[in-house]
């Protein structure tokens, strides 16, 4: 199975501020990574597709990038409802496998 | 826009099957795959397999044994059994539409979730 890392587990951030998270692949997977953002409670929601698409109706603040194993993502200004857990999914090979996640905070 | 929707018993009793619905709503279960995902504590998100319209699945290995998935076509509806379930099997299960493009797959839209929880 490819193991998927993200980093950090967890971050504390203020509104406006630029925030990344990363994620690594256990081997390469080229572009087959897709982000989620999870709010509590609720089910996960895709953002970015294919490492750097941006799923249609998600705010152009978010970002992603990478190739090969090192994938970004990025929040480019954070607004209040950008606080929740972030996760990282390959589908280059099944099993799909997601990272533990990224929890966002407000500092 | 297409909706789904998990339905199915909350309480399961160790050893025995749990079994799921989701019904789609707002569009075709044809020329998509579908999946089912699901969330524990202890283990994060864990893609359990996902079966196209026309009947072909791919299951977690670490799974592959005990889990089926179904289509029922005419009633838009992906069913989820898993057999000899133990308090392991205790999450929220969702079940999501994968699109692709060029071979990438990804999961959207998801299902609200339901919780399962395995105890006797």
């Known amino acids: 199975d490819i193991q998927m890392t993200q980093s950090p587990s967890s971050l504390s951030a203020s509104i406006g501020d630029r925030v990344t998270i990363t994620c690594r692949a256990s081997?390469?997977?080229?572009?087959?990574l897709n982000w989620y953002q999870q709010k509590l409670g609720k089910a996960p929601k895709l953002l970015i597709y294919?490492?750097?698409s941006l799923q249609s109706g998600v705010p152009s603040r978010f970002s992603g990038s990478g190739s090969g194993t090192d994938f970004t993502l990025t929040i480019s200004s954070l607004q209040p409802e950008d606080f929740a857990t972030y996760y990282c999914q390959q589908s280059f090979s099944t099993p799909l496998t997601f990272g533990q996640g990224t929890k966002l905070e407000i500092k | 826009q297409v909706q789904l929707q998990e339905s199915g018993p909350g309480l399961v009793k160790p050893s025995e099957t749990l079994s799921l619905t989701c019904t789609v709503s707002g569009g075709s279960i044809s020329s998509y795959y579908w999946t089912w995902i699901r969330q524990s504590p202890g283990k994060g998100l864990e893609w359990i397999g996902y079966?196209?319209?026309?009947?072909?699945?791919n299951y977690n290995p670490s799974l592959k044994n005990r889990v089926t998935i179904s289509i029922d076509t005419s009633r838009n509806q992906i069913s989820l059994k898993l057999n000899s379930v133990t308090a392991a099997d205790t999450a929220v299960y969702y079940c999501?539409?994968?699109?692709?493009?060029?071979?990438?797959?990804?999961?959207?839209?998801w299902g609200q979730g339901t919780l399962v929880t395995v105890s006797s």
């Open positions: 999501a539409r994968m699109e692709w493009e060029s071979l990438k797959y990804w999961v959207d839209p």
């Open positions: 081997q390469s997977i080229r572009n087959y």
């Open positions: 079966m196209y319209h026309s009947g072909s699945t």
């Open positions: 294919a490492a750097s």
